[in-house]
């Protein structure tokens, strides 16, 4: 696959888009294209054996919709990403690798390939548009699985119901594709869009993503769900269920049990459609910057927001983020700081001057009204008391302020200017380390001490930022490392680990992870004896007894994987058990990594 053509993406992006690429290829040292390489081929299968059932495979969905991953791995950049590996790899590069990508043309082509990986005993790993970069882009936990790239032709917008602020959309549609599509139309209705818009509407829904709008809680707001389960039939969930139904968008619940949890983070079925909620303009929206002077403030700024947050006063997700995640938009590691190693903590306070403080928060207020000034005030005052701050309308910023590009989130239009802090070293990548935290000082000030102690450890730079939900902050770390230098590889990595623990041990858990980190995770959700994982387990055994779709997703492996090593927990150098893999010592001395 070759990443040096034009970007796909619409009109009012292109130029950013350039810029965007020309940056990144500004940023990089090493061709990150991997040498010849044999295929990745599924557990238990020769290559032989695999060509065969490939074979069948084309036959199912045509020739020119199934590739075998044979070719040298190419990571590409954010919009040309790969849709065989994760391009931001913390192992080998060849290793969370797809066999072979399919693209099923319609719900009838998802269906044929289910079927078609029962009978083959063949693992399948679907994806929207596979953009989950921190998370584990594109590929597959387990290696070899055949990643089933269910936008390339299955992308379209079903369904705009102007009247009910609703859609029904296909896998492909990315962000900036709904928003084209809006505007188009001449609708009033607004997306809520994830800091980047090239991931998918549907797939960021299913992972848990975050917006930030009033809409931001994505899974919150979609609304009925098209799934393919594990047997290759077709089930509609919600009001979905009934036939004829014109309330599929409407009513999130139906009847009965809900099930659409089932197929969120979960490896249960394959969606083939989802509804969203869509956000009907506001008549007015004020954008505010509210800076905080001393990284101590941390505290008292979470105990002023939740009850704006509690009480509804603040209306979006606002973010609070860390100066050096600030920073990271302006320029890398080296535009403030020229010593070895993470920025200490002169320089850090230097660039805290710089900037005007240490903690920023944006936020958007909306009303009905003409006007949002009577709950600027409200805002406002609720933060004078905390020396050094200083409150800002987005008008009130200078030209470059970061405010100035999040009023454009803050009010659906995508905008791409977050993929800049990702260059902040050479080679960038990023993996995401995103416990939950009540909206207090006592909890926020002891998860950011706890991720600047191990980042200090494992010399990081800590970016930290808290985006608000109305009753916790997930506290999204981006943990930017050169993924070309196996030894900060290999430290990001081992210090998401040791952050994950130690969250856990202090009784928090994270919303989402990075594919090699699902069993970590999983283990902290472990309460009476992990019933939330065996319940999860038996679940999957009975609708997926072959464990067909996407094992290891979430921890939760069917029972031809579980215990048979393909969990990871951290000193392995493969995620392959050894036994299959013995061309390389799995386990490995930690210490001589680092
Ligand atoms: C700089 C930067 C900033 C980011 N900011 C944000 C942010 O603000 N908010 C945020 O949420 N994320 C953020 N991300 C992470 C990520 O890019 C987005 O979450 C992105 O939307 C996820 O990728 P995707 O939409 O292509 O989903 P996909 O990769 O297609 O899907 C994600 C997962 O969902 C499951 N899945 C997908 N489709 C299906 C299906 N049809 N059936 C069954 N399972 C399926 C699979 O397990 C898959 O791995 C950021 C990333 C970067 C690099």
């Known amino acids: 696959?070759?990443?040096?053509?034009?970007?796909?993406?619409?009109?009012?992006?292109?130029?950013?888009?350039?810029?965007?690429?020309?940056?990144?290829?500004?940023?990089?040292?090493?061709?990150?294209?991997?040498?010849?390489?044999?295929?990745?081929?599924?557990p238990d299968y020769t290559e032989e054996r695999f060509y065969a059932a490939a074979a069948t495979l084309r036959k199912l969905i045509g020739n020119e919709n199934v590739d075998i991953v044979d070719q040298p791995l190419n990571d590409g950049w954010y919009l040309q990403h790969p849709k065989t590996h994760d391009a931001f790899q913390v192992l080998d590069q060849d290793d969370f690798v797809a066999s072979c990508v399919a693209r099923p043309r319609h719900t009838e082509d998802?269906?044929?390939?289910?079927?078609?990986?029962?009978?083959?005993?063949?693992?399948?790993?679907?994806?929207?548009?596979?953009?989950?970069?921190?998370?584990?882009?594109?590929?597959?936990?387990?290696?070899?699985?055949?990643?089933?790239?269910?936008?390339?032709?299955?992308?379209?917008?079903?369904?705009?119901?102007?009247?009910?602020?609703?859609?029904?959309?296909?896998?492909?549609?990315?962000?900036?594709?709904?928003?084209?599509?809006?505007?188009?139309?001449?609708?009033?209705?607004?997306?809520?869009?994830?800091?980047?818009?090239?991931?998918?509407?549907?797939?960021?829904?299913?992972?848990?993503?975050?917006?930030?709008?009033?809409?931001?809680?994505?899974?919150?707001?979609?609304?009925?769900?098209?799934?393919?389960?594990?047997?290759?039939?077709?089930?509609?969930?919600?009001?979905?269920?009934?036939?004829?139904?014109?309330?599929?968008?409407?009513?999130?619940?139906?009847?009965?049990?809900?099930?659409?949890?089932?197929?969120?983070?979960?490896?249960?079925?394959i969606v083939t459609k989802m509804g969203m909620w869509l956000m009907p303009s506001p008549k007015s929206m004020q954008a505010y910057q509210i800076s905080f002077k001393r990284e101590e403030d941390l505290g008292a700024v979470c105990e002023a927001l939740r009850p704006l947050m509690v009480r509804g006063v603040l209306g979006n997700v606002p973010s609070l983020r860390h100066v050096l995640q600030e920073a990271a938009l302006h320029g890398n590691q080296r535009t403030y700081y020229k010593g070895p190693?993470?920025?200490?903590?002169?320089?850090?306070?230097?660039?805290?001057?710089?900037?005007?403080?240490?903690?920023?928060?944006?936020?958007?207020?909306?009303?009905?009204?003409?006007?949002?000034?009577?709950?600027?005030?409200?805002?406002?005052?609720?933060?004078?008391?905390?020396?050094?701050?200083?409150?800002?309308?987005?008008d009130d910023t200078p030209e470059d302020s970061y405010i100035r590009t999040r009023i454009q989130i803050f009010s659906g239009q995508p905008n791409l200017r977050e993929l800049g802090w990702v260059n902040w070293v050479p080679d960038g990548a990023h993996l995401f380390f995103a416990p939950i935290s009540p909206i207090t000082a006592k909890d926020a000030e002891k998860q950011f001490k706890m991720v600047k102690e191990r980042h200090r450890q494992y010399g990081f730079d800590c970016f930290s930022t808290?985006?608000?939900?109305?009753?916790?902050?997930?506290?999204?770390?981006?943990?930017?490392?050169?993924?070309?230098?196996?030894?900060?590889?290999?430290?990001?990595?081992?210090?998401?680990?040791?952050?994950?623990?130690?969250?856990?041990?202090?009784?928090?858990?994270?919303?989402?992870?990075?594919?090699?980190?699902?069993?970590?995770?999983?283990?902290?959700?472990?309460?009476?004896?992990?019933?939330?994982?065996?319940?999860?387990?038996?679940?999957?055994?009975?609708?997926?007894?072959n464990s067909i779709i996407a094992p290891g997703k979430s921890g939760i492996w069917g029972r031809r994987f579980r215990g048979k090593g393909w969990e990871l927990w951290g000193d392995e150098t493969r995620s392959v058990p050894a036994e299959r893999d013995g061309s390389l010592s799995r386990r490995i001395n930690i210490e001589e990594r680092l």
């Open 341 to 394: 190693g993470p920025i200490d903590e002169e320089t850090t306070e230097k660039i805290a001057e710089r900037f005007g403080g240490y903690w920023f928060l944006y936020g958007c207020l909306y009303s009905d009204e003409d006007s949002c000034d009577h709950l600027v005030d409200v805002v406002r005052d609720a933060f004078t008391h905390i020396p050094g701050s200083a409150f800002y309308k987005s």
């Open 110 to 269: 998802v269906q044929a390939i289910v079927r078609w990986a029962n009978e083959y005993l063949i693992p399948l790993w679907p994806i929207s548009i596979g953009r989950n970069l921190g998370y584990g882009g594109a590929g597959p936990r387990v290696r070899g699985s055949v990643v089933i790239d269910m936008g390339h032709h299955m992308n379209r917008i079903l369904e705009v119901n102007e009247r009910e602020a609703s859609c029904l959309v296909e896998p492909g549609v990315t962000y900036y594709n709904l928003y084209d599509c809006l505007q188009a139309q001449g609708s009033s209705l607004w997306i809520d869009t994830p800091d980047l818009p090239g991931g998918s509407v549907m797939g960021n829904a299913l992972d848990r993503g975050v917006g930030y709008t009033p809409y931001g809680d994505h899974w919150g707001k979609h609304c009925g769900l098209e799934v393919v389960l594990p047997d290759g039939s077709l089930m509609r969930t919600g009001m979905g269920a009934v036939d004829g139904a014109n309330t599929w968008q409407s009513f999130q619940h139906g009847f009965g049990p809900s099930v659409d949890g089932l197929f969120s983070q979960a490896n249960n079925g």
């Open 466 to 545: 808290f985006c608000v939900g109305p009753r916790e902050m997930h506290h999204i770390c981006c943990i930017i490392y050169n993924k070309a230098d196996p030894k900060h590889k290999w430290g990001a990595y081992r210090m998401l680990r040791d952050m994950i623990r130690d969250a856990g041990k202090e009784g928090y858990g994270e919303y989402r992870t990075h594919i090699s980190c699902f069993d970590e995770v999983m283990k902290v959700y472990g309460w009476n004896n992990n019933a939330f994982l065996k319940f999860n387990e038996t679940i999957k055994d009975a609708l997926d007894p």
């Open 1 to 42: 696959m070759s990443f040096q053509g034009p970007i796909k993406i619409s009109p009012r992006l292109q130029e950013q888009a350039e810029r965007a690429r020309e940056i990144n290829e500004a940023n990089k040292t090493v061709e990150p294209i991997s040498g010849p390489r044999s295929v990745a081929l599924p």
